[in-house]
């Protein structure tokens, strides 16, 4: 999806922005976690960047919408990293060409054993924090041109967000510092190992959102979000769904819409 698609810029501060992967604001009911979030690609300034990569199942799909434009996974030159969990970083193997960028206190709580680490696909962040190409980002400071990284913790301990400064507006990536329009809105938060913390950071993300006019938020499990007179607007249309195999045969499709606003 591209944001011009849904009446916004489709370039904002020496970037050009394409959402190859619609985040999903939900959860399974019976067998555990659904994992479905945002990975966005970021041209400009003489970087392809990769914001996270998703779980294991994105990985077809990945390789297929960077096709769709031209692309192939060794052109991505860089992958920005929020957190460590599982969804957000396991596919990082597929761009080997690419420097990786993370924060330092969040990696060294996915490696430390501590009984707060959950939803951490633990040899991935193991093999990671041996990684030659990684490099750690600073709180506060730009990761790339125009793009400044800002401390984000609850979700994780280091998760960290990315505001892309435009000219006449930001664009915030809020990853799972704010998971879904419902978590902005109502200043909680699922699936989080400090809600306090994550409240604090749902109100400084409130924050950076008023700050500019037509500033849009980027969450890590939903679609982008923008204020409209002060109302919350979701931009583009979701896309979600999965396919049963419930009968007697492959040709025996069941088709769940999970798209329903």
Not at 205 to 221: C, F, Q, S, Y
Request: proline fraction near 4%; include cysteine.
């Amino acid at each position: 999806m591209r944001l011009g698609e849904v009446g916004w810029p489709t370039t904002l501060g020496g970037y050009e922005i394409d959402i190859l992967v619609q985040g999903y604001p939900g959860k399974s009911v019976h067998n555990g976690g659904l994992g479905w979030s945002t990975v966005t690609l970021l041209r400009g300034h003489g970087r392809v960047i990769l914001l996270d990569t998703g779980g294991f199942g994105l990985r077809a799909a990945l390789k297929q919408r960077l096709g769709a434009l031209g692309l192939a996974c060794d052109d991505v030159t860089d992958v920005l990293l929020s957190h460590s969990h599982w969804d957000h970083i396991v596919n990082y193997p597929l761009f080997p060409r690419a420097r990786l960028h993370i924060g330092q206190q969040d990696l060294e709580w996915a490696i430390s054993g501590d009984e707060s680490v959950y939803a951490v696909a633990e040899f991935y962040a193991q093999q990671l924090a041996r990684e030659p190409r990684l490099t750690y980002l600073e709180i506060g400071k730009e990761a790339f041109p125009s793009i400044r990284t800002e401390h984000a913790p609850g979700h994780t301990p280091g998760h960290l967000l990315f505001v892309l400064v435009g000219e006449d507006r930001d664009l915030i990536f809020a990853q799972d510092a704010a998971k879904s329009r419902a978590e902005l809105v109502s200043l909680t938060t699922d699936l989080t190992i400090d809600h306090a913390q994550s409240r604090a950071t749902l109100e400084n993300i409130w924050t950076l959102w008023k700050a500019r006019d037509g500033t849009i938020v980027v969450p890590g499990h939903d679609l982008p979000l923008i204020l409209e007179g002060g109302a919350v607007k979701t931009l583009g249309e979701r896309q979600a769904a999965i396919v049963g195999f419930l009968g007697d045969s492959l040709e025996e499709q069941t088709h769940f819409s999970l798209s329903v606003r």
